[in-house]
C-alpha cells in the first residue's frame, strides 16, 4: 500500500479549504403557555425584514463547541444552560456568501430567565408553531430541532430544563401539549405522570394564585435513571 | 438597525473561508455473533499502522450528504443502505493538515452483503469492543457512534438493518447481546420481544442446521409504528 505523508496529503486537498463553518443556535423556550424561539432580525439586506436564528461563523481559533457556547453567550448573556449538537447542514447554495456549513444547537431555557439577564432590542421570542418564513435555511433547521424536540420530550425528561425548578403537574402538562400540539386529558396525564415515580413531592403548594393552589414538583433525576431502565423496550 | 450587504458581509467574514470539511462513515455490521466497523488502514505516514473510519473531504460541488453517500459508495460499492448523521467533531488540533471539521455519519449494513459487493485488501471489519486506538480522533467518533446505537437500539427498532430480512428470535438476541455487551435471558428475552407485537411469524423454520430448526421472523414496520406509540413515557 501507498503511503503519503501529510504534506502529500495536504497538497491533495488544499483545494478543499475554502469552506466557512458558522454554528447557529435554536434556542427554544416555554412561557407556560406556547414554545418559543429566540430569532434575532437578519442583519443582511438580503434578508431585511427576515428572522434568523442567533448564530456566527465559528473562528479559526476555537473549538467547534466552544463556538456555539460563544454564540449563545455573545447573543444572551446565558452559560451553562442546556445545549446539544443536533444536525449539520450543508446544502450547496444555502449561504449566499459563499460555500459555508452550519452545525445547528439546541438549547432549553427558562425564558424568564434570558429576558432578565439581556436586555436586546434585535431579539425576540417568536412562537414556533407561527413561524412562516426565516433567512436562510433556518426554517428547515427550526423544523428540525422542533422534530428532535418533540422526540426526545417523550422519550427523555429533557423538557424539564424549559420549565422552573418547582412546578405544577399543569405546568408540565402545559408544557407537553404545547411542544406536542395535543390536547391531553387531565387525569390520565396527572396518573400517568405520577405512577412514572419521577417527579418528587415538595410538599408545597403554590402561593399568590386565584384559584386552589396546587401542589408543587420537583423532577428527580435519580429516580429517572431507574425508572429508564424499565422503558427498555426488551426489560433490562 | 444597521443592516449590510452581502458583499461587506463576506469581506468582514473572508478570512474564515479556510477550513475543510470531511465525512467520516462509520459502518456497522454485525456477523451473528459480534458487532464490526469497517474501517481502512490510513494512508498517512504519520498514522502508518493505524485504522481509520471511511472517509474524505467533502467537494466543494456536492452537498454535505451526498459526500457521505459518496464515500460510502467509492469505499464499499453500498448504496440504498441505513445511514444517519450522528454529530460534527470540530477540535482545533484533530486534523494534521488543517482546520478540517468531521461529520459523522453512522450506517448499519449486513456484513456479507458489503463483502461480496466489493473486495478490498485495505478495508477490515473490525470487532468493535476491541479496538483500542485508531488515527486522528477516529476512536472518539467511533464511541460516539457506538454509544448512539446503543441507545437507538433500544429506543427503536433500528437493529434490523444489521440482521437478514428473516431471522430467528436466537439472531435477535445475539445483536442485541453483542451490542449492549449484556448477556439476556433466553425465555425473558423471547417472552418479551413475542409480547412488543413488533415480529411477523413466517411461518417458516430454518435449514440447514444442525440442531432443531427455529422459526423465522420478519419485523413489522406497521406494528411498530402502533407500538411505539404505547412505549411514551406519558401513554399517547
Redo the contacts between chains.
Sequence with gaps: ??????HA??DE?K???????SVDCVIFGFDNTALKVLLI?S????Y?GSWSLLGN?????????E?AYRVLRERTGLEDVYME?I??????KRH????V?T?AYYSLVNIEHVALKKHNN?LHWHTVKDIQHMAFDHKQILDTCYERLKRQL??QPIGFNLLPGKFTIRDLQNL?EAILD?K?DRR??RK??LS?NVLEDLNEAQEAVSHRPAKLYKFNFEKHELQKKR??????
Tied chains: 1, 2.
Design positions: 500500500m501507498h503511503t503519503k505523508n501529510i496529503h495536504l486537498i483545494d478543499c479549504f475554502q469552506t466557512a463553518v432580525e442583519d443582511l439586506k438580503e431585511k461563523i465559528m473562528r479559526p481559533d476555537e473549538d467547534l463547541d463556538a449538537q444536525q449539520t447542514f450543508g446544502a450547496l449566499p456568501a459563499g460555500r456549513i452545525v434585535e417523550i422519550e407537553y395535543v391531553l390520565n396525564f400517568k405522570f412514572l422503558f427498555l423496550g426488551i426489560g433490562f
